[in-house]
C-alpha cells in the first residue's frame, strides 16, 4: 500500500507581540506520522505517546484528513499513524503538528502538488479542533520551519525567514493545566487601545528586522507584548511571568509566552541556553511547580523520513 511518513516539528507561536502571525518551529522534539492509503473507505488512526483522540472528527490530523479527502474528492480510505512526542496542551504546537504531518503526506500521496499557502490553508484546519479556529501560525511554523508569519489569513499568505545561526532555545513547560487551547484564546482581548497597538506593532516590526538581519539582539528586545501575555497572565495562564521576564533582562534573553501556554520560550545565544534554562526551573521550582525543559534550536519543517 502507498503510504508517506514524515518527521513534524514542535513550534512555539506568537514570540510576543506577533499573536496568530509569527511562529518557529523547534528541532525537538517533534511528532513521528505516517499516512497509509488502505483498501477499505474511511479513515482509521492509530495513535502512540501522548494521548489524542483518535475519532478523526476529534484529532487535528484526523478532520484535515477528512477535510482534504472532500476537497479533492478522493474515494481512497486512510489509516493515519501518529508517533506523539509532543506534550499536547502545553503551548508547543502539538495539534498542528499532527495536522501539518498530515496535510503534508495527503499532498504528497495523491500527487495534488499544493502550493504552500493552500497547504497551510488545509493545515490550518486542524485548530479549529483544538482552538475553535483556523489560526495558521503553528501550522505554518511546522510546514515551512524557520521562523514564520502569517502575512493574512484571508486569502491565506505565508512567508518565512532563517533566524540567525547562533540563535538558541529553551521551552519551558510547567505543570500547570491551561485547559485547552480554546480556552486559552478566551482570554485574548477583544478590543485594544491604540497606544497598545503602536507598543506591539514597534515591537514585533524590530523582532521580525533581527530575523531577516540575523541580528540575535533585535529579535530578543523585540519580544515583548503588552496585549496578550498580560491578560494570559491574568488568567493564570503564564504563571511566574515577571519573575521570568527579570531573568531575562538579567541573562540578555527573551522572553515570551509559548503560543497558548503554559510553557515559556526564551531566546538566547546557543551557548548560554543551559544557563538561561536552568533559572528558567528554578522559577518554576522555587513556585511549586514541575518543570520540564527542552534545549533546542529553531529547524526544518515537515520532512519525509
Ligand atoms: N497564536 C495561538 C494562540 C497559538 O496564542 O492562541 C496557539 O498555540
Excluded: W
Excluded at 500500500?1 to 496568530?20: E, H, Q
Excluded at 499532527?98 to 486542524?126: E, M, R
Amino acid at each position: 500500500m502507498k503510504s508517506v511518513k514524515v518527521i513534524a516539528p514542535a513550534t512555539a507561536a506568537n514570540l510576543g507581540p506577533g499573536f496568530d502571525v509569527f511562529a518557529v518551529a523547534l528541532k525537538q522534539p517533534h511528532d513521528i506520522v505516517e499516512v497509509e492509503v488502505k483498501d477499505t473507505p474511511g479513515i482509521e488512526m492509530e495513535i502512540s505517546g501522548y494521548s489524542v483522540p483518535t475519532e478523526p472528527r476529534k484529532n487535528t490530523g484526523g478532520y484535515v484528513a477528512m477535510r482534504m479527502l472532500e476537497s479533492f474528492r478522493i474515494k481512497d480510505g486512510l489509516r493515519i499513524k501518529l508517533q506523539k512526542n509532543i506534550p499536547p496542551a502545553m503551548g508547543m504546537g502539538s495539534s498542528a503538528a499532527s495536522a501539518a504531518g498530515v496535510a503534508y503526506c495527503i499532498n504528497k500521496l495523491f500527487d495534488l502538488k499544493l502550493p504552500t499557502d493552500d497547504l497551510i490553508q488545509f493545515a490550518s484546519y486542524g485548530e479549529i479542533i483544538s482552538a475553535g479556529d483556523a489560526h495558521a501560525d503553528n501550522v505554518a511554523g511546522a510546514i515551512q520551519g524557520g521562523f514564520s508569519l502569517v502575512i493574512s489569513r484571508e486569502p491565506i499568505h505565508v512567508m518565512n525567514l532563517e533566524p540567525p545561526e547562533d540563535m538558541g532555545v529553551v521551552i519551558a513547560t510547567p505543570n500547570i493545566e491551561k485547559g485547552s487551547t480554546k480556552l486559552s484564546r478566551e482570554a485574548v482581548p477583544r478590543e485594544i487601545p491604540i497606544i497598545s497597538l503602536r507598543e506591539n506593532v514597534g515591537h514585533a516590526s524590530l523582532l521580525a528586522i533581527g530575523m531577516a538581519t540575523k541580528n540575535i539582539d533585535y529579535i530578543k528586545k523585540g519580544m515583548n507584548d503588552v496585549v496578550v501575555e498580560p491578560s494570559r497572565v491574568r488568567y493564570g495562564i503564564f504563571r511566574e511571568f515577571s519573575k521570568l521576564k527579570k531573568l531575562g533582562q538579567e541573562l540578555n534573553a527573551g522572553i515570551a509566552g509559548s503560543g497558548a501556554g503554559p510553557s515559556i520560550l526564551g531566546i538566547i545565544e546557543k551557548n548560554k541556553r543551559e544557563e538561561l534554562a536552568k533559572g528558567m526551573k528554578e522559577i518554576f521550582e522555587n513556585a511549586g511547580y514541575h518543570c520540564d525543559l527542552f534545549i533546542t534550536e529553531v529547524g526544518e519543517g515537515v520532512r519525509e523520513v
